[in-house]
């Protein structure tokens, strides 16, 4: 196995993790300092984090039937999930390529995993899943809604084929809820084996890693056997109180990035030998000339992607960038511009 790997950034415009690039306003920093400032640390985090837990539901309109489980980032909601049922001996399925962690914490927790692919044009292959569902009868399956890094959001009926037939527990990671403006949340009453999973990371609060998902109360139980019992901290708990009560500020930020993202696509596109996958994500997959070229062309110009043409035979030659501000989507065509040049004198 290896690792998920993280580059280093420093000094770097950093376009390789789905961050968003703004901060929150100064007046709302200096609050939530003195907030922080306030809190017991001295004491273990109240066990049942009902304050975050209610807020969660309110902001994002959680079904009144569903219960949510709360996660130190959504990566912890994954491992408890794959911890939760590798014993059942049933394999965990998704898509491939999707989200790597998927894969990397089920094999960790001792489950198989079985990746289907994805359609050449980077779809969602609903026979080979249906196919895959009737033959592993798996007791997990996890479809990333807008996935990641290919950045669509799958078919709505196929998905519902696949919750339908699927023996077990069928995951929508909604990561990327903010920019796509789709969701299954509503239908959870609909489908008990249905979760709904989603993390504040890609809407400005990565640094605090909360995670949550909803599901049935009787799932919700199940999960809370395997979930450490203060997984969240106070300071962590306090912050993500206070930016859910501003959502209004994070909604305007994701605005910001979403109302970038065809003119960065129609931007990249125009540029020679690239091809943009369609994006209802806050990044944009690339398909350039040759990407480990690329990569180093942008990180010399001091722009850091991610490349991904190692991850999966279907993305070979794709680069994974975030979509940021103006000031830093025109750095990185700038970067992207230069580079393609003088790899085309050089050759
Ligand atoms: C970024 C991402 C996550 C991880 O989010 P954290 O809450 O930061 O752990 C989960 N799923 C998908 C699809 C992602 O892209």
Redesign the pocket.
Known sequence: MSGYHVAPADGLVKLD??ENPYQLPQNLRTQLASQLAALPVNRYPAPDYGELKDIIARVYDIPATARVVL????????LMLSMAVAGSGQPIVAPAP??V?YGISGQLAGARFVGVNLTPDLMLDGSAMLAAIAAEQPALVYI?YP??PTGACFDDEVIERIITRAPGLVVL?E??FPFAGKTWMQRLTQFPNLIV?R????IGL?GI???YLAADPAIAAQLEKVRPPYNISVLDEAAAVFALNHIDVLDEQAALVRGGRQAQADGLAALPGLTVFPSM?NFLLVRVPDADKVHAGLLKRRVLVRNVTKMHPLLSNCLRITVSTPQENALLLQAMSETLSSLSTQA
């Open positions: 993790a789905m996660g130190n980032g959504s990566d912890e909601l994954i999707s989200f962690m990333a996935n990641n990671d990561a990327y999973m993390t504040v990371s890609k990565a890693r909360i995670g994500a």
